[in-house]
């Protein structure tokens, strides 16, 4: 099976930047997409970026576009997540998500293995 493993959480100031990490093991040649969700308090869980492993093809959300940019390193079996400008908005609890599927990655039904989460706190 897969093991998701996010990390780089924290609090930070507005405009400020984190770079969260996820950490894949076990059978990760399984993996066709890793995407990433947000939850915040209250708010149902969204849809925050997305990256097709093989070749690298990338989505990000409106609400994320232009600040929030998703990448990748096979070598290291890890997807990152660099997260610039920040607002309070953005604080939630973010999970990194793997699927085999191709289908659309902004749907949390597409995603097989999921991540613990990790807690990133913006203050005004």
């Known amino acids: 099976q897969v093991q998701l493993t996010e990390s780089g959480g924290g609090l930070v100031q507005t405009g400020g930047s984190l770079r969260l990490s996820c950490a894949a093991s076990?059978?990760?040649?399984?993996?066709?997409?890793m995407g990433w969700f947000r939850q915040a308090p209250g708010k149902e869980r969204e849809s925050v970026a997305a990256i097709v492993w093989s070749g690298g093809n990338t989505a990000v959300a409106d609400s994320v576009k232009g600040r929030f940019t998703i990448s990748r390193d096979n070598a290291k079996n890890t997807v990152y997540l660099q997260m610039n400008s920040l607002k309070p908005e953005d604080t939630a609890v973010y999970y990194c998500a793997a699927t085999w599927r191709d289908s659309n990655w902004y749907e949390k039904s597409t995603y097989d293995y999921w991540g613990q989460g990790t807690q990133v706190t913006v203050s005004s």
């Open positions: 076990g059978r990760t040649s399984s993996i066709y997409t």
